[in-house]
């Protein structure tokens, strides 16, 4: 069972490239999140979504856009790279059931130049 | 707007020393609150869950409590071992939209414990 899984691992991009995060689940779980993780700021909601074809705006939307096209996916877009994106990301669901936990991935790290 | 506080920042203690560590919010009204372990360059993993309804959770040698009235979290570790060095987060499901999943982190206590 392969969880949740991200690619890539690292990334490094040049200011104003566009890319993608891919975030792949084996579980069914119908939430599916975006966080990242910066130093000294702990992890912060990026987008989410509970459920195919459903998402919604977390702490810091912008400069990310998300679909949900599959329960499985839940990739992230950065439409015009910055260095204040420079960050790790880290994908997460869970089934959506009280008391379930988040699972996360082990994260893409990020370089922007 | 909520915001969680871990304290202290960094922990070295020697092996087998039962040790707690900190966590307080800003907001009582909350879903639930989670303790998850971060290991260098790696993912999240959860440990404990506890429910605003609950007072504790345990799992093996942890024990997770919350005091919602207070906004207070501990996460207690008995006779530590040096596989428990690790960053431990604790993180409140405040629900953005109303989603359970979705969490408010503090930044966390790096643990150590030396052989």
């Known amino acids: 069972n392969a969880g949740v899984t991200q690619t890539p691992k690292f990334q490094v991009l040049k200011t104003g490239q566009s890319m993608t995060l891919q975030c792949a689940q084996d579980?069914?779980?119908?939430?599916m999140s975006w966080y990242r993780q910066d130093p000294g700021m702990g992890l912060r909601l990026i987008h989410y979504?509970?459920?195919?074809?459903?998402?919604d705006q977390g702490e810091v939307p912008n400069g990310y856009n998300v679909s949900r096209s599959t329960t499985e996916d839940f990739p992230l877009r950065l439409l015009s790279a910055a260095p204040s994106q420079t960050s790790v990301y880290f994908c997460?669901?869970?089934?959506?059931?009280?008391?379930?936990?988040?699972?996360f991935g082990n994260g893409t790290r990020l370089t922007v130049t | 707007k909520q915001e969680v506080t871990q304290i202290p920042a960094a922990l070295s203690v020697p092996e087998g020393e039962n040790l707690v560590l900190n966590c307080s919010f800003t907001?009582?009204?909350?879903?639930?609150l989670q303790w998850f372990r971060q290991d260098p360059g790696k993912g999240l993993t959860s440990l404990l869950l506890?429910?605003?309804?609950?007072r504790e959770q345990t799992s093996g040698r942890l024990n997770a409590s919350l005091d919602k009235s207070s906004g207070r979290s501990t996460l207690y570790i008995a006779a530590s071992q040096p596989g428990d060095s690790a960053t431990y987060l604790c993180?409140?499901?405040?629900?953005?939209?109303?989603?359970?999943?979705?969490?408010?982190f503090g930044k966390g206590t790096k643990l150590s414990v030396k052989p």
């Open positions: 579980m069914n779980h119908e939430y």
């Open positions: 993180a409140v499901g405040r629900g953005y939209g109303g989603s359970q999943g979705n969490l408010i």
């Open positions: 997460a669901s869970n089934p959506g059931l009280i008391g379930s936990p988040l699972h």
């Open positions: 907001d009582s009204a909350i879903y639930n």
């Open positions: 506890i429910q605003s309804s609950q």
């Open positions: 979504s509970v459920g195919a074809g459903i998402t």
